[in-house]
């Protein structure tokens, strides 16, 4: 059964920073993964897709790379803003009817 | 741009009442899903509908049950409301094409159960 992981639970950092956010997944058997921004009592809004033919995808200030063999996605956020601080989660689709499997999700807030 | 639409972000119902929850896509999508997310758990997938009239049942359907009479419209039945109940439901819809089954997500209702 696919497991997707997303550690810390939640991050803190300066404005102005770069940074990285982790997901990895235990089935490799993957055909595509998207990653969610989801703000207090919102839904979610998709930010990036990335097949499993690819290694990077970007969009503005986000770049989400894919490695299928290790099991790991990254989202790198440049130049943080007070106005990225949301939730961030990231999904894998498996293919059986497009069906995704989710992290619990980052929680960032980006300080002034 | 695509639109999922949940018919309520707020819904307070009493426990044993029959709950309706609809969602409509704009963007001629097969697949509907239903979410429910709640702290500490996630998102944990209810039913999912690959084509009008199908459904399949998701990790959590105990409970509830579906409709999907027209592609557009999927709706999520709580058959009697009970205090477990209250949660964030968030509706998605996405192709069914193995190549771009990109999912958009509605805004969510928040039901609580009292």
């Known amino acids: 059964k696919q497991e997707v992981t997303q550690i810390p639970a939640a991050l803190s950092v300066p404005e102005g920073e770069n940074l990285v956010l982790n997901c990895s997944f235990t089935d490799s058997a993957i055909y595509n993964l998207q990653w969610f921004r989801q703000d207090p009592g919102k839904g979610l809004t998709s930010l990036l897709l990335?097949?499993?033919?690819?290694r990077e995808q970007t969009s503005g200030r986000l770049n989400a790379s894919l490695d299928k063999s290790s099991g790991r996605s990254t989202l790198y956020i440049a130049a943080s803003q007070p106005g990225d601080s949301a939730t961030y989660l990231c999904a894998v689709n498996t293919g059986a009817n497009s069906k995704l499997t989710f992290g619990k999700g980052i929680t960032l807030s980006v300080r002034p | 741009d695509v639109k999922v639409t949940q018919s309520s972000r707020y819904l307070v119902k009493r426990t044993g009442e029959k709950v309706f929850l609809e969602c409509v896509q704009d963007m001629d999508h097969e697949n509907m899903f239903w979410y429910r997310q709640d702290p500490g758990l996630g998102l944990r997938l209810i039913y999912f509908?690959?084509?009008?009239?199908?459904?399949e049942k998701g990790d959590i359907p105990e409970g509830y049950s579906v409709s999907r009479e027209k592609k557009e419209r999927f709706s999520l039945i709580l058959e009697s409301a009970s205090t477990n109940q209250t949660s964030m439901y968030l509706c998605a819809s996405s192709f069914r094409a193995r190549g771009n089954t990109e999912a958009f997500f509605g805004q969510g209702t928040r039901l609580t159960v009292v």
């Open positions: 990335i097949q499993s033919s690819q």
């Open positions: 509908s690959y084509d009008v009239k199908m459904k």
